[in-house]
Every structure is written in C-alpha cells, then in structure tokens.
Nanobody
Framework: QVQLVESGGGLVQAGGSLRLSCAASGSIFSIGTMGWYRQAPGKERELVARITSDGTTNYADSVKGRFTISRDNAKNTQYLQMNSLKPEDTAVYYC????????????????WGQGTQVTVSS
C-alpha cells in the first residue's frame, strides 16, 4: 500500500557523482521530513541528510559540501545528489519519510525504503 522506492545507486570511482531518487506512493495525505540514511558493513546506520516540508536541510559533517538533498512535493519524491564521492561513502543508502496517511491523518509515521547500494572504488 505505502512504498518508498529508491533508485540511482551503483558503482562509481572516487571523485565521481551519483544521484539517488526516492519516490513515495500510496494513500498519502502529506509528507513531513524526508531524509537519507546509510549503513556501511559493520557500522551503525547513520543520518546522511534530511529535508523538512518547508525546505530546511541539514547534513552529516562527513558529507557537507559534497551532497545535496532536495525534494519535489508534486512528485512525492526526494533526491540526493552526491558529488566528490569517496570510498568512505560506500554503503547501503536508505530513503526515509514521515508520512501522514489518508487513513490516519492524526499521526505521522516513519517509513523506510528497501535500500540501494552505493559503492565507491579507490
């Protein structure tokens, strides 16, 4: 019923770029804060970037100046433009969104995508 579908992951050389997309679908009344998280092998999942409904953004220190998060509310989609990629960016990237469903307008609920692999070679 409710899905977050990521796309755009892949293999890239250090210094290269990738653009991730995440489209939300279902009986969605409103979307609050959206964001991207990542998890590298043997490490905890960490926040990469997030963006509020009014466009306010924040980033992990490790990606500031290199990554840009954006959203298209008309398409229920968020993006993560990743430039100057480093091997340390290698991880599974997960889309996250806080959704207010038509069936439950009183409560925002956090949803997760399945993840997309980003691999940066040195």
């Amino acid at each position: 019923q409710v899905q977050l579908v990521e796309s755009g992951g892949g293999l890239v050389q250090a210094g290269g770029s990738l653009r991730l997309s995440c489209a939300a679908s279902g009986s969605i009344f409103s979307i609050g804060t959206m964001g991207w998280y990542r998890q590298a092998p043997g490490k905890e999942r960490e926040l990469v970037a997030r963006i509020t409904s009014d466009g306010t953004t924040n980033y992990a220190d490790s990606v500031k100046g290199r990554f840009t998060i954006s959203r298209d509310n008309a398409k229920n989609t968020q993006y993560l433009q990743m430039n100057s990629l480093k091997p340390e960016d290698t991880a599974v990237y997960y889309c996250n969104a806080n959704l207010l469903l038509v069936r439950n307008r009183g409560t925002y609920t956090s949803y997760w995508g399945q993840g997309t692999q980003v691999t940066v070679s040195s």
